[in-house]
């Protein structure tokens, strides 16, 4: 089984791309899901982010209300330290456990790891045996996030700006997926991309 990484900013149409490849017959690791598993109660980033940020961060519910725990971090670049020390660890833990589960069953061929935020230490962590990152145009982006999900376009490009800039993420690309186009355009790329990463697999 070969894994690949699938990077992209927000809106870049990272979950576009991997359900085509999940049609294509990949499996998908997502650590967006995995995040929102780990902080989960009785997952194992609970406790631990309950004991540093206190109550507040808490719903009536007792699950972790994720806008009030970006609102504690935000401007606090400690207490964002101690938020990424506490979950990125369990992410990466998860999602490493994920993919020897999927290897374990013998008839994947191609997994993908979908990370966001995907930086070098990736690829040795997980092994991955190549970084594919789907690419558009920041205004693109911003269209699609305001258009199709909502977003106030000051948020958009607050986010998109947060991240790791166009050219730094294309510097870890061993594949690029341009999706500037439309849907059509897109599922024509992942088609090539996937004939690619078959031939990346090496055992038909
Ligand atoms: P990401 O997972 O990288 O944040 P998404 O895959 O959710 O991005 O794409 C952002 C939005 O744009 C979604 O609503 C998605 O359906 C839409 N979208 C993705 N690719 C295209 C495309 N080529 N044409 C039009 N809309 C698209």
Redesign the pocket.
Known sequence: MRVVGLT?G???????VSALLAAHGAAVVDADEIAREVVAPGGPAYEPLVARFGPGILAEDGTIDRPALAAAAFGDPAAVADLNAITHPAIGLVMAERLVALAARGDVAVAVAVIPLLARRHVEGLGLAAVVV?DCPTEVAVE??VR??GMPEADARARLAAQASRQERLALADYVVD?S???EE?AARVDALWAWLRGLEGDG
């Open positions: 992209g927000i809106g870049s149409g990272k979950s576009a789907v699609r996030l199709l999900r999706n186009g439309s849907p897109l």
